[in-house]
């Protein structure tokens, strides 16, 4: 077997000073090698020269005088052997230097700057060269005769046992780095090279460490790492096949999220970490041009994070031999992930930049500063201004603006340009073919390299919201009072039950708020209207009766927008009951006619209960949906207008109290649009609803309410907790009109499948017997329908002077025809 050049380079270095012959032969035993004082001593025997001729060429050596060490390689496989000729072994007498062989090796020991450390079996120190003292701060008698690994740092001490140990099995040479304290208190770096010591049978008998200080190199190499961190780049240096790293730093697992360590025992481990199509690249065409000896720069992709990918810079360097060719390959990546990210940022801004720019649906333009003259513009700006952009070139920006606006816009610009600050601004400019137009224009400074480099402009058009808000302040009188008169005539309909009482209410709120020199109601024959309707009266349907029915309206004057807004808003709400009274009058005479004679079924109470509830959710629903929403826009408008403008004082307070009448409006609407249809009654619970109703109550009563609820647990359908709730609203109702009471007393209790509720004042009490069961008390009658409707049974006391007290049994758990069960009572 051949024998490569580093073994030999290796036997070299430890042999060439041994003065004692030396020589290194193979396993057909042909010399191979031998040290200077081999070549003194057989330096004439020719060539080849095999290993029986040394020893018996000339008279030959004595065998007990010879070492012969098998060396092994990294498969434990004998490749060769040292062969060592000790004293007497040659034929030509004593030499001198042999016979002072000893002080040899006690000069170069003790001369070395490396330390010499022989260690037995046991790990005990045998022998350790004087430069100890000058490697570690021990001297040779502190150390000589002790454990080994004793002073060495702690934290290493495990690590180098074992491969001392390791050694010692395996009869393999081995590196090791560690720490060391010294006397002195700071840490020694050392590096060992560690050869096995075998006998003729080939067995380990103890070890020999050569020991230096690397601690400088070591600070050179944190150093290095320092500054590649701190620039996030590792560095590192392969053979040319990319087998084995042959340095690779710490900063590497930073970058690529894998252990030095394992980077350099498996290369290609770090492939994993790259994006496939990278890799592709590296593979090919990278490959391909550091193969040819070229270096390389290609941008690759880190996948070691799940979810995030990362970007490096690879450098790579063939590095040439004296003959050209390729010996290793040196290279460098550095993490450019935030670069790129920056880069791209700044790309995505720009591209952010130009699309809000040529895609606001504000104007924007931007001008220069020493002339104001137009820079570029964006659509919405032609849009605007009427003015072609391809025409704004050598055109000044004030030329856009009417001439009585010119000092003040002048100003503000002037202010930005001085200041450094947007300002805005509102003014007028001439649009041709369209006369003036109001616009809010917001200038804002344009910095480049920290100099100011021009102006950008945004500008609005508000001409639209200008004169909205000149209408608004001219009849600000004006929509107060119709506001008003909606909100008051909203909330009387709540209470109008006939269609008499609806026509004639309509009529008064007519003639009160429009001036008009007529108004009544009539009905027109179908296909007589162009005859019967004065054209120069206003004739609004309201509803049907047996002909259609119409509101006639004889004006003075052409109305205005908004009393035209008020009359439709008005007219919509009697629409809304106009029909639905009519038929529900002629339902409650029919009803009362069976009533008095003892004939009405529940069913048809239920069902009168069921559209009323059904009316007054549909008003309630349109009250909120139509005018509530309405007021509302009315006064964000208002409350705009105030804020983007500046009144005198009177005018101020003017508008304050319109903006507190509309809040007024809206509230009375919420409270009536809850009293139509109690939005979380069903979703709250009988009980809490209650509850709820009470302490509204008392905010506007002059008597106190105590109310308790006991344990409930049956069920009511939806129609027995909404007839509850009414009878209860009713009674309170009774309370505050007639009853004059300083207290009421409620109660709702359940028994088995019963709920009883009772009802008690101190009022001034009634006379029962002038009740004759007619519907002229609508409250009581009302009551005692509502009652019957639902299978219950109503008990009534009272007299003069001793209160009003109402007793009402309702089953619970009973499915009433035409209802369904659902909520709780309480919770």
Same mark, same amino acid.
């Given at each position: 077997?051949?024998?490569?050049?580093?073994?030999?380079?290796?036997?070299?270095?430890?042999?060439?000073?041994?003065?004692?012959?030396?020589?290194?032969?193979?396993?057909?035993?042909?010399?191979?090698?031998?040290?200077?004082?081999?070549?003194?001593?057989?330096?004439?025997?020719?060539?080849?020269?095999?290993?029986?001729?040394?020893?018996?060429? !000339?008279?030959?050596?004595?065998?007990?005088?010879?070492?012969?060490?098998?060396?092994?390689?990294?498969?434990?496989?004998?490749?060769?052997?040292?062969?060592?000729?000790?004293?007497?072994?040659?034929?030509?007498?004593?030499?001198?230097?042999?016979?002072?062989?000893?002080?040899? &090796?006690?000069?170069?020991?003790?001369?070395?700057?490396?330390?010499?450390?022989?260690?037995?079996?046991?790990?005990?120190?045998? &022998?350790?060269?004087?430069?100890?003292?000058?490697?570690?701060?021990?001297?040779?008698?502190?150390?000589?005769?002790?454990?080994?690994?004793?002073?060495?740092?702690?934290?290493?001490?495990?690590?180098?046992?074992?491969?001392?140990?390791?050694?010692?099995?395996?009869? !393999?040479?081995?590196?090791?780095?560690?720490?060391?304290?010294?006397?002195?208190?700071?840490?020694?770096?050392?590096?060992?090279?560690?050869?096995?010591?075998?006998?003729?049978?080939?067995?380990?008998?103890?070890?020999?460490?050569?020991?230096?200080?690397?601690?400088? *190199?070591?600070?050179?190499?944190?150093?290095?790492?320092?500054?590649?961190?701190?620039?996030?780049?590792?560095?590192?240096?392969?053979?040319?096949?990319?087998?084995?790293?042959?340095?690779?730093?710490?900063?590497?697992?930073?970058?690529?999220?894998?252990?030095?360590?394992?980077?350099?025992?498996?290369?290609?481990?770090?492939?994993? +970490?790259? +994006?496939?199509?990278?890799?592709?690249?590296?593979?090919?065409?990278?490959?391909?041009?550091?193969?040819?000896?070229?270096?390389? *720069?290609?941008?690759?992709?880190?996948?070691?994070?799940?979810?995030?990918?990362?970007?490096?810079?690879?450098?790579?360097?063939?590095?040439?031999?004296?003959?050209?060719?390729?010996?290793?390959?040196?290279?460098?990546?550095?993490?450019?992930?935030?670069?790129?990210?920056?880069?791209?940022?700044?790309?995505?801004?720009?591209?952010?930049? $130009?699309?809000?720019?040529?895609?606001?649906?504000?104007?924007?333009?931007?001008?220069?500063?020493?002339?104001? &003259?137009?820079?570029?513009?964006?659509?919405?700006?032609?849009?605007?201004?009427?003015?072609?952009?391809?025409?704004?070139?050598?055109?000044?920006?004030?030329?856009?603006?009417?001439?009585?606006?010119?000092?003040?816009?002048?100003?503000?610009?002037? +202010?930005?340009?001085?200041?450094?600050?947007?300002?805005?601004?509102?003014?007028?400019?001439?649009?041709?073919?369209?006369?003036? @137009?109001?616009?809010?224009?917001?200038?804002?400074?344009?910095?480049?390299?920290?100099?100011?480099?021009?102006?950008?402009?945004?500008? @609005?058009?508000?001409? =639209?919201?200008?004169?909205?808000?000149?209408?608004?302040?001219?009849?600000?009188?004006?929509?107060?009072?119709?506001?008003?008169?909606?909100? /008051?005539?909203?909330?009387?309909?709540?209470?109008?039950?006939?269609?008499?009482?609806?026509?004639?209410?309509?009529?008064?709120?007519? $003639?009160?708020?429009?001036?008009? *020199?007529?108004?009544?109601?009539?009905?027109?024959?179908?296909?007589?209207?162009?005859?019967?309707?004065?054209?120069?009266?206003?004739?609004?349907?309201?509803?049907? @009766?047996?002909?259609?029915?119409?509101?006639?309206?004889?004006?003075?004057?052409?109305?205005?927008?908004?009393?035209?807004?008020?009359?439709?808003?008005?007219?919509?709400?009697?629409?809304?009951?106009?029909?639905?009274?009519? /038929?529900?009058?002629?339902?409650?005479?029919?009803?009362?006619?069976?009533?008095?004679?003892?004939?009405?079924?529940?069913?048809?109470?239920?069902?009168?209960?069921?559209?009323?509830?059904?009316?007054?959710?549909?008003?309630?629903?349109?009250?909120?949906?139509?005018?509530?929403?309405?007021?509302?826009?009315?006064?964000? =408008?208002?409350?705009?207008?105030?804020?983007?403008?500046?009144?005198?004082?009177?005018?101020?307070?003017?508008?304050?109290?319109?903006?507190?009448?509309?809040?007024?409006?809206?509230? !009375? #609407?919420?409270?009536?649009?809850?009293?139509?249809?109690?939005?979380?009654?069903?979703?709250?619970?009988?009980?809490?609803?209650?509850?709820?109703?009470?302490?509204?109550?008392?905010?506007?009563?002059?008597?106190?309410?105590?109310?308790?609820?006991?344990?409930?647990?049956?069920?009511?359908?939806?129609?027995? #907790?909404?007839?509850?709730?009414?009878?209860?609203?009713?009674?309170?109702?009774?309370?505050?009109? +007639?009853?004059?009471?300083?207290?009421?007393?409620?109660?709702?209790?359940?028994?088995?499948?019963?709920?009883?509720?009772?009802?008690?004042?101190?009022?001034?009490?009634?006379?029962?017997?002038?009740?004759?069961?007619?519907?002229?008390?609508?409250?009581?009658?009302? #009551?005692?329908?509502?009652?019957?409707?639902?299978?219950?049974?109503?008990?009534? =006391?009272?007299?003069?002077?001793?209160?009003?007290?109402?007793?009402?049994?309702?089953?619970?758990?009973?499915?009433?025809?035409?209802?369904?069960?659902?909520?709780?009572?309480? *919770?």
């Amino acid at each position: 077997m051949e024998i490569g050049p580093d073994l030999i380079r290796s036997a070299r270095q430890f042999l060439q000073s041994v003065p004692s012959p030396v020589y290194v032969i193979d396993l057909n035993e042909r010399v191979l090698w031998g040290n200077p004082a081999f070549q003194r001593e057989f330096s004439g025997k020719g060539e080849p020269l095999y290993h029986g001729e040394v020893l018996y060429g !000339q008279g030959g050596f004595q065998l007990d005088k010879i070492s012969r060490i098998p060396v092994i390689d990294e498969q434990d496989r004998v490749i060769a052997y040292t062969v060592w000729l000790t004293d007497g072994a040659g034929q030509g007498g004593a030499d001198p230097l042999r016979l002072e062989a000893g002080e040899h &090796y006690r000069m170069i020991a003790e001369n070395t700057w490396d330390t010499i450390v022989l260690v037995d079996r046991e790990a005990v120190v045998r &022998y350790v060269s004087p430069s100890l003292r000058t490697l570690v701060g021990y001297g040779t008698e502190d150390y000589e005769g002790t454990d080994a690994f004793e002073i060495i740092h702690p934290d290493d001490r495990d690590r180098v046992r074992a491969l001392f140990v390791e050694t010692i099995r395996s009869g !393999q040479p081995t590196d090791a780095e560690y720490r060391l304290l010294h006397p002195q208190g700071h840490t020694v770096y050392l590096e060992a090279r560690v050869k096995p010591v075998l006998d003729r049978d080939g067995q380990v008998q103890a070890v020999v460490a050569v020991v230096r200080d690397i601690t400088e *190199r070591k600070k050179t190499e944190q150093l290095l790492e320092n500054i590649l961190d701190n620039v996030n780049a590792a560095v590192w240096s392969t053979d040319k096949d990319f087998r084995a790293y042959t340095f690779c730093s710490e900063s590497i697992e930073k970058i690529c999220g894998l252990p030095r360590s394992e980077i350099m025992t498996n290369p290609i481990r770090l492939h994993d +970490h790259i +994006h496939p199509e990278d890799n592709a690249i590296l593979f090919g065409e990278a490959k391909e041009k550091l193969d040819r000896g070229l270096p390389i *720069r290609q941008l690759i992709r880190l996948i070691h994070i799940e979810g995030e990918t990362r970007w490096g810079r690879l450098i790579a360097h063939p590095y040439l031999n004296h003959a050209g060719e390729i010996e290793r390959i040196d290279g460098m990546i550095l993490d450019i992930t935030e670069k790129i990210r920056s880069e791209r940022a700044l790309e995505e801004s720009e591209q952010r930049y $130009k699309s809000l720019f040529e895609n606001n649906l504000d104007g924007v333009f931007s001008i220069e500063l020493e002339r104001f &003259y137009f820079v570029n513009a964006n659509r919405s700006f032609e849009t605007i201004t009427g003015i072609q952009i391809d025409k704004l070139a050598d055109r000044c920006f004030l030329g856009l603006i009417v001439d009585e606006d010119h000092p003040s816009v002048y100003e503000t610009i002037f +202010h930005v340009m001085t200041q450094g600050e947007p300002r805005d601004i509102e003014c007028r400019i001439t649009k041709q073919e369209q006369g003036e @137009k109001i616009v809010s224009i917001t200038f804002v400074p344009i910095y480049l390299s920290g100099k100011l480099n021009g102006i950008h402009g945004i500008v @609005k058009d508000i001409t =639209k919201r200008k004169i909205e808000e000149r209408e608004l302040i001219k009849s600000e009188e004006r929509y107060k009072a119709l506001q008003q008169s909606l909100n /008051r005539f909203s909330n009387d309909l709540a209470n109008v039950m006939k269609v008499s009482e609806l026509e004639n209410r309509l009529i008064e709120e007519v $003639k009160a708020i429009l001036q008009a *020199r007529s108004v009544s109601i009539e009905e027109v024959p179908r296909g007589q209207e162009p005859v019967r309707m004065c054209p120069h009266d206003r004739w609004v349907k309201i509803g049907e @009766k047996q002909q259609p029915v119409y509101l006639r309206i004889g004006m003075a004057q052409p109305m205005l927008k908004i009393e035209e807004e008020w009359l439709e808003t008005a007219v919509h709400y009697v629409t809304i009951l106009y029909d639905n009274l009519h /038929r529900i009058e002629d339902l409650m005479k029919r009803l009362e006619e069976h009533v008095t004679a003892n004939e009405t079924p529940k069913w048809m109470l239920r069902l009168l209960f069921k559209l009323s509830e059904k009316e007054r959710a549909s008003l309630s629903s349109d009250l909120h949906d139509s005018v509530l929403q309405d007021l509302i826009i009315w006064y964000r =408008k208002l409350e705009s207008l105030r804020s983007f403008k500046a009144f005198d004082k009177d005018t101020q307070q003017e508008l304050s109290q319109i903006e507190e009448g509309l809040l007024d409006a809206i509230h !009375q #609407i919420r409270i009536t649009c809850n009293e139509l249809r109690p939005p979380f009654l069903l979703k709250m619970g009988l009980v809490e609803s209650l509850k709820s109703l009470f302490s509204y109550a008392r905010m506007f009563s002059n008597y106190e309410i105590d109310f308790s609820a006991g344990q409930l647990d049956g069920l009511l359908n939806e129609e027995q #907790i909404l007839g509850i709730y009414r009878i209860v609203q009713e009674l309170l109702n009774n309370a505050s009109k +007639h009853s004059k009471a300083s207290r009421v007393t409620m109660a709702l209790t359940g028994h088995a499948d019963t709920v009883c509720f009772s009802y008690s004042d101190n009022g001034i009490g009634m006379d029962l017997s002038a009740y004759g069961g007619s519907f002229q008390h609508m409250g009581i009658a009302g #009551i005692e329908k509502r009652v019957l409707s639902l299978e219950g049974v109503m008990e009534l =006391k009272s007299a003069p002077g001793e209160g009003f007290h109402v007793k009402i049994d309702l089953p619970t758990n009973t499915q009433l025809k035409g209802g369904s069960y659902g909520n709780l009572i309480g *919770r």
